[in-house]
């Protein structure tokens, strides 16, 4: 028997083994009997009352914190101050007071989609903020990222970011 015989032999066999398989799984799904949960009776047939529409979470009124007699009071919607996320300035001092486009930051390397889109959470989305980036904002940036500690650096990405405006749009970015 030759060895171009043996070969055929192997693929006809595998070949039935995976349809063999496939068929097993779709007649398995087809012949398994349905096992269903049995649905919760409704609350108004139990006659419990309906709870009134809140918003998602949970609301609290008042809050005793047991301490002599003081409250905490629930603090409104209008009340509550959003925390700036870090490194919120670079993105504007960067834009050159310009709203940057949306270039593939991707293309500077060392960036890949991951970080891009972390710098595009922060609001960094062009080469030219990339490439005006004084050292201050790298370093800022850098803890901003977390675990890329130094890749700014490393990787050149402000020479990088400056070569690909140019290439670009044709103008220094720094300019």
Not at 40 to 63: Q, Y
Not at 114 to 134: D, N
């Amino acid at each position: 028997m030759s060895w171009y015989t043996v070969g055929e032999i192997v693929l006809w066999m595998l070949l039935a083994a995976l349809l063999g398989v496939a068929l097993g799984w779709l007649l398995r799904g087809l012949l398994a009997p349905r096992v269903g949960v049995a649905a919760a009776p409704d609350a108004e047939a139990l006659g419990v009352p309906k709870e009134p529409d809140e918003p998602e979470g949970t609301r609290v009124e008042v809050i005793d914190t047991g301490e002599a007699g003081t409250v905490a009071e629930p603090v409104g919607p209008d009340e509550v101050e959003e925390p700036e996320p870090p490194a919120a300035g670079i993105a504007a001092r960067t834009a050159g007071g310009l709203t940057p486009p949306h270039d593939d930051l991707t293309r500077i390397h060392g960036i890949g989609p991951k970080i891009a889109a972390s710098l595009e959470a922060l609001g960094i989305t062009s080469f030219r903020q990339v490439a005006r980036m004084t050292p201050d904002d790298i370093a800022e940036l850098d803890e901003a990222l977390g675990v890329f500690h130094g890749r700014i650096e490393r990787d050149d990405w402000v020479g990088g970011a400056r070569g690909l405006h140019r290439e670009v749009y044709g103008s220094d970015p720094v300019a």
